[in-house]
């Protein structure tokens, strides 16, 4: 690889150990990728936060590099396994939370934005078309890859603090012209709602493994929708990118004439999904939203699903502080707290010790929850359409 002076002065450990550290990922990286050299980024987003994740040696790592690295750019966090604030009334054990707190101090010492948030591009992380940047978060991957058209490989959440460090991330992959084609038609019908999406996002993923699907026949399609679209593919399949016709700014970009592949997509192939990954149980221990973290869009559907009815059954919404804020001020957090719903920041169902909070049956209308929250927790899963999660809270 073809190294600056500045990199190279870097890798030598002439600005201390982090910066080394964090060049000698990046190189391997780049050699391993066939990277000719290093780009400049824009941002970063870094995943593996959750003490859950990290163990004790991802913590004695964190401090290492804290003890004389910062980062270079705009970094943000993603879920912890807590509410900082609020992780007393979640339940959270005592020995969880002061290690999950030293985590995220060793990550405030390293210049990182604790946003503690999978939708960074809610919450002040908004990159530009065409930025290059290096985010580790699955979900935000593919939404800035496909929604905003900037440009980030699905990095590790070491490599994203290496390239947060030092400013680079080498220059292969979803960052080069070539692979951001699509590959594949897929013909879908249109979206009826987030669990359409998700389960749309997810029957692809699943059947494609890898590969740029272009969507077509989706019709008119929110920004949630595309969250979840994208949050599916990527939890099933690894997919980084997508493109939808029409919508998406890169769509129109590439050519179809050399896509010969295609997938026809049926309502019944999304039911199925859902009745696949979902299981059946009489009474939820925690119906939540906000998988990927919900918008303030998403919690105004509720409060208006709600109709001033109370919910009987605990009832959470995950959200970054940005959007709980920005809830708070238009009074619409007082009033879904009056109606019985929790909004919790800094964390999700997917990284938090869940086993340990006692919840066994959960509900949903996340494809990604379910696959994580099945796979990693041992939790069993029901998916219903943001509607009928209300009528379940309420009945």
């Not at 990046?26 to 959750?50: C, D, P, W």
């Not at 001033?308 to 238009?330: D, L, M, Y």
Request: glycine share 10%.
């Amino acid at each position: 690889m073809y190294l600056t002076r500045l990199e190279e002065r870097m890798l030598a450990g002439e600005y201390g150990y982090a910066a080394q550290k964090a060049m000698e990922i990046l190189v391997a990286l780049g050699k391993i990728y066939g990277a000719e050299r290093m780009i400049e980024i824009r941002s970063a987003q870094i995943s593996g936060v959750s003490y859950s994740n990290l163990g004790e040696e991802g913590l004695e790592f964190l401090l290492k590099l804290a003890e004389d690295g910062c980062v270079r750019v705009p970094t943000t966090l993603n879920p912890c396994g807590m509410d900082l604030e609020e992780w007393r009334e979640m339940g959270i054990p005592e020995d969880f939370a002061e290690k999950q707190l030293r985590v995220i101090e060793a990550y405030r010492r390293l210049g990182v934005e604790l946003t503690l948030t999978c939708t960074p591009y809610l919450a002040g992380n908004m990159p530009e078309f065409g930025d290059h940047v290096a985010w580790s978060e699955s979900s935000a991957v593919i939404y800035i890859n496909s929604v905003i058209g900037a440009r980030t490989n699905r990095e590790g959440g070491p490599s994203a603090l290496a390239a947060a460090i030092t400013g680079r991330t080498p220059l292969y992959g979803l960052h080069l012209d070539d692979a951001r084609r699509p590959t594949i038609i897929v013909r879908a019908p249109r979206i009826g709602g987030e669990l359409d999406a998700s389960a749309l996002g997810y029957h692809v993923g699943r059947i494609l493994v890898g590969g740029v699907p272009l969507f077509t026949g989706l019709g008119a399609i929110s920004r949630d929708q595309l969250k979840a679209l994208g949050a599916g593919l990527a939890s099933s399949g690894g997919i980084a990118l997508f493109h939808v016709e029409g919508v998406t700014p890169e769509a129109q970009r590439y050519s179809r004439e050399h896509v010969e592949d295609v997938i026809e997509v049926t309502e019944n192939d999304l039911r199925n999904e859902i009745e696949m990954l979902g299981e059946e149980f009489d009474e939820p221990d925690l119906i939540f939203v906000g998988c990927p973290h919900a918008s303030i869009e998403e919690l105004t559907k509720i409060y208006l699903l709600l109709s001033g009815r109370s919910v009987s059954r605990r009832f959470w919404i995950f959200a970054s502080r940005a959007v709980r804020a920005q809830a708070e001020r238009i009074g619409l957090l007082a009033k879904l707290e009056e109606l019985g719903v929790r909004v919790y920041c800094d964390t999700c169902p997917v990284v938090a010790p869940l086993k340990r909070l006692g919840f066994k049956n959960v509900l949903t209308n996340s494809m990604k929850a379910a696959y994580y929250l099945r796979s990693l927790h041992e939790v069993r899963v029901q998916l219903k359409p943001l509607r009928k999660l209300v009528e379940d809270a309420v009945r």
